[in-house]
């Protein structure tokens, strides 16, 4: 991979990444992302492992709904802590999974959020029982920004567009067909923010975003994509 020139006053973000111990898919200990990322020039990450019903009921340990968020919430910790001695900051974040907008593909619609806190997390642990009109109501009393991730995938629905925030424009997956001009056209069309991302499971760093140097935390993070749309990085 080549190391794109860092801008004055920014850092490169990987809005889109899963740890290994989230979901059967994601491949990559936190400790090899600190490497990895440190190395491709990245000064920030938001952690999006999967949240789904399905993941629950069959891939976590039979523990209570309360228990299950705290293990979600551990990842994040444990990859805040790897990334720190490289002065990586690691923002919270969910690829969410609404049980309802499933077809029979699981899962068919996700949503990229960004500005959650470990509290709201453990008040609101079945996030994915909710509607998409529902989570766009508690998102918005909350400060959260929720971004359809890779509308356009072959196997995806698009969700109502008048019900969350941005999409996810570019979709830096390998080994999907994410069909990204559709996504940038149908942000464009509805007006909705746009945001870029590797989807990191299983080691390539494909696409993010340049954010402020001062953007220090989750809330600051939303407060700059409300902004506007960010700079994206396509990695060569
Ligand atoms: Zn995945
Ligand atoms: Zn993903």
Do not use: W
């Not at 990895?36 to 891939?59: C, P, Q, R, W």
């Not at 424009?169 to 991302?197: D, M, S, T, Y």
Request: net charge negative; aromatic share 10%; proline share 6%.
């Amino acid at each position: 991979m080549e190391k794109t020139e860092e801008k004055a006053g920014t850092v490169k973000c990987e809005l889109h990444l899963h740890t290994k111990g989230s979901s059967p898919c994601a491949r990559v200990e936190a400790e090899e992302i600190a490497r990895l990322y440190s190395e491709a020039g990245y000064g920030a990450i938001a952690v999006t492992n999967h949240y789904m019903k399905y993941l629950f009921d069959s891939y976590y340990p039979p523990l209570s709904d309360l228990k299950k968020a705290e293990m979600y919430l551990g990842l994040y910790r444990e990859l805040k802590e790897k990334c720190r001695p490289y002065g990586i900051k690691v923002f919270l974040g969910m690829e969410l999974n609404p049980e309802c907008m499933n077809t029979e593909v699981v899962p068919a619609a996700e949503f990229l959020c960004y500005g959650l806190t470990e509290e709201f997390l453990l008040r609101h642990p079945r996030l994915f029982d909710l509607s998409q009109r529902r989570l766009f109501e508690l998102f918005e009393e909350n400060g959260i920004l929720m971004y359809q991730s890779h509308p356009f995938r072959s196997y995806c629905v698009q969700a109502d567009p008048k019900l969350m925030h941005g999409v996810e424009v570019r979709n830096g997956h390998p080994k999907q067909e994410n069909n990204n001009e559709e996504a940038l056209r149908f942000a464009e069309e509805h007006c909705l923010l746009q945001i870029a991302g590797s989807d990191f499971h299983e080691g390539a760093i494909t696409a993010g975003i340049y954010i402020p140097e001062d953007v220090a935390d989750g809330a600051r993070l939303v407060k700059y994509l409300r902004s506007g749309n960010p700079p994206l990085i396509v990695e060569k």
